[in-house]
């Protein structure tokens, strides 16, 4: 089989396309012929060793979100069979042409939708469902959304909408960004070097944080609550948290799946929901081959995305 690997820290241009034998499943684990793999940007900072989500072990095959049909089974798997279609996440491994996955953070690709649609759908919507939970709007309260035009951003504005938000800014690194964004129902579109981001917004959801974390939290309007759900780190004043009586809270989707593993069910049945009654987009900005990676990496660190960059061996 083929395989993506790099052997150094550094940019795009040390993946390194091998030859490579397919992996065993241990326990607990499906062994997937893939189909569709998602590139992300905790992923493309794996790769520079940058202490935001580096520091693997080299040489190293990067991990995210796989798609395709069930080939094998480890021991103490139950549930599925091979010729499922599934999609899931790999810690290690997905940058492959067969890759084994947890069953436990697997589900099964419904009948009508293609590889590339789970791809898209379902890793970057629990994300976004994941934090809208968390921050539990009223139907009063405005949500602005940070990396608004990612792979999860552009899901959770349209998700906010769908939950009866009554206004939802999306904030993006360009002004091209925004008929993309007005499409999906933004209210309003700002850009991170806009002097004023308008109104104060009641929650932030944050998926780029670093040095716009600070912008973020001054955009919340008092007794308002960010969530942070990215890894690219940040700081804030704690005065700054007192001072407007806001809050941050963080999530990640592994505690958030073993903690409330029937909310996490029902999101993933709300998504495929929207989606087939044509309520969500699940945009997909660029299908590339596996051999190419280095390019999918390119326009990740531009950030000139517009929804989810996939994969295709």
Do not use: C
């Amino acid at each position: 089989m083929r395989r993506v690997r790099f052997h150094a820290y550094g940019g795009p241009e040390v993946l390194r396309t091998e030859e490579a034998e397919a992996p065993e499943p241990g326990p607990g684990e499906l062994l997937v012929r893939t189909e569709a793999i998602g590139v992300s940007l905790p992923s493309v900072r794996r790769t520079r060793g940058d202490g935001r989500g580096g520091g693997v072990p080299l040489p190293a095959v990067l991990g995210g979100e796989v798609a395709g049909e069930v080939i094998g089974l480890g021991p103490d798997v139950a549930g599925f069979a091979a010729g499922d279609r599934v999609t899931a996440l790999s810690f290690t491994g997905s940058y492959a042409e067969i890759a084994t996955v947890p069953a436990a953070l697997a589900a099964r690709i419904p009948d009508g939708a293609s590889s590339v649609d789970a791809v898209a759908l379902v890793r970057g919507g629990q994300v976004a469902l994941a934090a809208l939970a968390t921050a539990a709007p009223t139907g009063t309260e405005s949500v602005l959304v940070t990396g608004a035009a990612s792979a999860t951003g552009h899901l959770a504005v349209q998700l906010a909408r769908l939950r009866g938000v009554p206004r939802v800014v999306a904030a993006a690194g360009s002004a091209a960004k925004a008929e993309f964004l007005y499409g999906l129902g933004a209210d309003e579109v700002v850009t991170y070097e806009d002097a004023s981001w308008g109104e104060p917004a009641d929650i932030v959801l944050d998926g780029v944080g670093g040095d716009l974390l600070p912008r973020a939290v001054a955009a919340l309007a008092p007794g308002g609550r960010l969530v942070f759900f990215n890894s690219g780190g940040g700081t804030v004043p704690a005065f700054d948290l007192l001072a407007g009586s806001k809050t941050i809270t963080g999530l990640t989707m592994a505690r958030f799946a073993a903690t409330r593993p029937e909310l996490y069910a029902r999101h993933g049945a709300e998504l495929w929901d929207h989606f087939f009654a044509g309520r969500l987009r699940a945009a997909v900005h660029a299908e590339i081959p596996l051999s190419q990676a280095a390019r999918a990496h390119e326009i990740i660190e531009a950030r000139s995305n517009l929804g989810k960059v996939v994969l295709r061996p």
